[in-house]
């Protein structure tokens, strides 16, 4: 399985500004995934990001909010724009690859 | 659509007690199922997997089998220990999806008292 590093690892943030997370992906993988994780909740998919081409967003989440890039074949990038309290969560990456290698998460708290 | 139902916690157990922790799912075509961990403070962690009807995945002394017929896939250990306190998460993904992402449970929060 591919091995990821997310950085930061946790940040606190003041509301109105941006946060920008990456996530490298020690082998070449087609698709990268973002979740987020609200306090106490299970993980809810933000969008899926393939290399050449936008991110497919799920419902409830905009490109505006979450500008996700992914440059190449090992790298992704997800911003967390114009921050408010209620965005406080963990944010993960994930790379495809039978049983879906997850980085190990950025707590974001908004004050 | 697809989706997962696991049981609520918290579960509390004394060490070395059994555990069981439920999972179902629904499901379009063939999924494939996971379960992963999620110890304080950290990220998630696969701890096994089964693709198909009747395979059992394990792992750390932790055994889960994919049962079709009840759409099932247990979680369970015989002899838990303190460190096995974690949030569990089953998920299942189709792969033959168009975007082939994993579909997560709502967690169980496992505590092991010693």
């Known amino acids: 399985s591919a091995v990821i590093s997310q950085k930061p690892s946790r940040d606190i943030c003041q509301r109105g500004t941006s946060l920008t997370i990456q996530c490298q992906v020690d082998s070449q993988v087609t698709m990268m995934f973002w979740y987020r994780q609200q306090p106490g909740q299970s993980l809810t998919l933000i969008a899926t990001a393939n290399q050449g081409s936008e991110a497919t967003y799920e419902s409830g989440f905009v490109i505006d909010k979450f500008p996700i890039s992914r440059p190449n074949l090992t790298f992704s990038t997800l911003t967390v724009s114009n921050m408010s309290p209620e965005d406080s969560s963990i944010y993960l990456c994930s790379a495809e690859g039978f049983g879906y290698t997850f980085g190990s998460g950025t707590r974001l708290t908004v004050v | 659509g697809n989706s997962v139902t696991q049981m609520e916690g918290p579960v509390t157990l004394s060490e070395e007690a059994f555990l069981t922790i439920n999972c179902t799912y629904t499901?379009?075509?063939?999924?494939?199922l996971f379960w992963y961990v999620q110890y304080p403070g950290e990220g998630l962690q696969l701890l096994l997997k089964a693709t198909k009807a009747d395979d059992k995945g394990s792992n750390k002394g932790f055994e889960a089998t994919y049962r079709k017929e009840t759409t099932s896939f247990h979680l369970e250990k015989g002899s838990v220990q303190v460190s096995d306190s974690a949030v569990y998460f089953c998920a299942l993904s189709v792969p033959m999806n168009r975007d082939d992402k994993i579909i997560f449970g709502k967690g169980t929060r496992l505590h092991i008292l010693p």
């Open positions: 499901a379009t075509g063939y999924p494939s």
